[in-house]
């Protein structure tokens, strides 16, 4: 599809097990972004990505979480030893510019539930 | 219908009218701003933006006022139709940021 793809959809983890959520941005999107939204809730930035460079991780709540881009295409978001409070969707959203205007591409989100 | 901020998050509209979602953003130092549309189960899908050197733009049955002397932001959307159905966040970019700021959101229902 020609849309951001994020997998997996929905993941329940027990607490304490990592997890690893992947996003397939759109072709030739430059920017990647991690967010996350809790329930009611607005998306809260988690992170953002140029190309392969993390250039901004200041809204990654704990050193339990984790994300990466190596090739500039795909990216994962880690958290380990996941606690309750990281129940959430993640979201991932891509743009075409790296300048600081542009329309951003949502994915559907990676549904966490933490037991 | 019209709502009055992030007071009240549920505005409810009869089909046909016009609607208008507030948001009181919290950054004077943002030039950028962006209206979002999240139905259930899906991401959010831009609506329409605006610069902070503009005070209205228009789009496809949409229209964004910015008022950046109180901070204000409207989406106002003509004609309701059931498909309008969603919640709506505003967001703010702070002048040569790349993070977007989201605003609580409005969840928009349409009575037929």
């Given amino acids: 599809g020609a849309g951001v793809s994020q997998s997996p959809r929905y993941k329940v983890a027990k607490r304490g097990q990592d997890v690893a959520l992947r996003c397939d941005p759109i072709s030739g999107h430059v920017s990647l972004f991690w967010y996350q939204q809790a329930l009611g809730q607005g998306p809260e930035f988690l992170t953002y990505f140029q190309n392969e460079a993390q250039l901004d991780k200041s809204g990654l709540p704990s050193d339990r979480f984790f994300a990466e881009r190596p090739e500039g295409s795909v990216s994962t978001l880690k958290i380990q030893r996941t606690q309750q409070e990281d129940s959430a969707v993640y979201l991932c959203a891509s743009s075409l510019s790296s300048g600081p205007v542009g329309e951003l591409f949502f994915g559907e989100g990676s549904r966490l539930t933490v037991l | ?112």
């Fill in chain 2, 1 to 112: 219908g019209e709502n009055v901020g992030l007071h009240l998050p549920t505005l409810s509209v009869q089909e046909g009218d016009n609607s208008i979602i507030n948001c009181a953003y919290s950054n004077s130092a943002s030039d950028y701003f962006i209206w979002y549309k999240q139905e259930s189960g899906k991401g959010p899908q831009f609506i329409i933006d605006i610069r902070s050197n503009m005070d209205k733009r228009q789009g496809q049955r949409v229209t964004v006022l910015l008022n950046k002397t109180v901070k204000h932001l409207s989406l106002q959307i003509a004609a309701t139709q059931p498909g309008d159905s969603a919640v709506y966040f505003c967001a703010e970019r702070l002048q040569g940021a790349q993070k977007l700021v989201f605003g609580q959101g409005t969840r928009l229902t349409i009575n037929p």
